[in-house]
């Protein structure tokens, strides 16, 4: 595959980059996290989003009078679920991520009831809710959106992490109308190893989670595959109501491509959506160059991407920074939980280190 200059010059600076990066994710991954913020610093504003996790609240910080999204995760309800550990990993990587495409930690605090993470407010929505909206992508935006996943896809597993949880749901359009990959819930660290966890969303699982194979992040790139066939055609490649279906449709590896894919967009996903991890693109001898460099990303300026210096065909319409139209209304009122004492100290301070 022949390699212009532009995309050569690319590929030596980001390579440079991604080896800068490892080396300060690296020195900074084992420090203890400490508190640098409380709740009491943040006017709570709007309920975004609630779960059984807890919630996230738009909010404005007293001291920088900055907007954030502020998530708030029950500490009881992290301990019911066995997600401590899960949870600190959380914490700790999405300090030290350091990547335009990834949404910003800002803070991180804890009181007697929650585990608090003050991050950037992407107020463009999720991708999901615009897919909804537009029904489908063109081939262009597509193009500029599967771009600037595949390059924090790049970055992230040179620091020997997989994400394990793409969807359209976990991808945030910020006040620009660039990308902002959020939660980071399901991510794990695993360098040069393989991991057996089946976790994910189930249209988008790779066919060796399903026959429990092991992976790494070869899961990634499949997943990516279903994000770019979905954000093309309106709906997922792989279909079934009964989940067992579903799953038995993956292990084949077989679907249809609608008639106005683009054929450069139909040869990328056919080796990229091949259940044979040999053939993957991203997986063989020039790993994710096979997908940067492949026809379909033809003229693709990836290094003005990364400076966000192309214009997006679509920019999110908000009044302000504080503009919420683009997320689902929540029924629950923002009530603040306050306890007079941490039952979960012990438990927490085994993971975090508290003092400010």
Known sequence: MAVDEKLQKHYSYFDQFLRRSKREFEAKLHQDIKQNCALDDFDLMKTLGAGSFGMVVLCRDKRDKKIYALKLMEKS??????????TGAEIKLMKNLKFPFF????????????????????????????????????????????????????YLHHLGVIYRDLKPENILLD??????????????????????????TPEYLAPEIILSQG?????DYWSYGVLLFEMNAGYAPFYAKDP??????IVAGKFTFPAFFSKPLKDLLNNILIVDRSKRY??????????????????????QLLSKKLVPSYIPKVEDETDTKYFEPVAESLVVKKRPVDEFAKEFDEIFITAP
């Open 244 to 249: 067992m279906r579903l799953y038995e449709k």
């Open 215 to 219: 992976y790494n992040k070869s899961v």
């Open 77 to 86: 309800n992290i301990i019911k679920t066995r997600q401590l550990v899960h």
């Open 103 to 154: 949404i910003d930690m800002h803070g991180f605090f804890m009181d007697n009831v929650y585990v608090g993470i003050c991050m950037s407010f992407a107020n463009g929505g999720d991708m999901f809710t615009h897919l909804r909206e537009q029904k489908k992508f063109d081939e262009s935006m597509s193009k500029f959106y599967g771009a600037q996943v595949i390059l924090a896809f790049e």
């Open 175 to 200: 006040l620009q109308g660039y990308l902002r990959v959020t939660d980071l819930g399901f991510c794990k660290k695993i360098d040069n190893t393989r991991t057996y966890t089946l976790c994910g």
């Open 282 to 303: 991203g997986l063989l001898k020039n790993g994710v160059k096979d997908i940067k460099g492949h026809d379909w990303f033809k003229n693709t300026d990836f290094d």
